[in-house]
Each structure stands twice: as C-alpha cells, then as structure tokens.
C-alpha cells in the first residue's frame, strides 16, 4: 500500500495541479501588489 501513496503523490497530474495552484496564488499576489502601487502613484499624483 506503501507504494501506492508515493504514486499518488508524484503523479504527473497532481503535480502539475500543484504547480497551476502555485502560479495561481502567484500571480493574484503579484497583480495586487502591481494595483496596490499604481493606487499610491495615482494618489501621490493627485494630491
């Protein structure tokens, strides 16, 4: 049985799953820390 949740864990799939949700999580981060700063520029330039 052993065996068989190894092959679970390091299945193409699941992996590549893992890696979608990475990115995912990722990118959300990142987009709002790109909209968090264009928000202070627009702040600053408008005061």
């Known amino acids: 049985e052993k065996k068989e949740d ?3 864990l390091t299945h193409p799939l699941l992996i590549l799953f ?3 949700l990475f990115l995912r999580t990722y990118i959300l981060t ?4 790109i909209l968090l700063k264009t928000f202070q ?3 600053e ?3």
Do not use: E, T
Request: charged residues 10%; proline residues 0%; glycine residues 0%.
């Open 6 to 8: 190894v092959s679970i």
């Open 18 to 20: 893992n890696l979608i």
């Open 30 to 33: 990142r987009i709002k820390w």
């Open 41 to 43: 520029l627009n702040c």
């Open 45 to 47: 330039m408008s005061h």
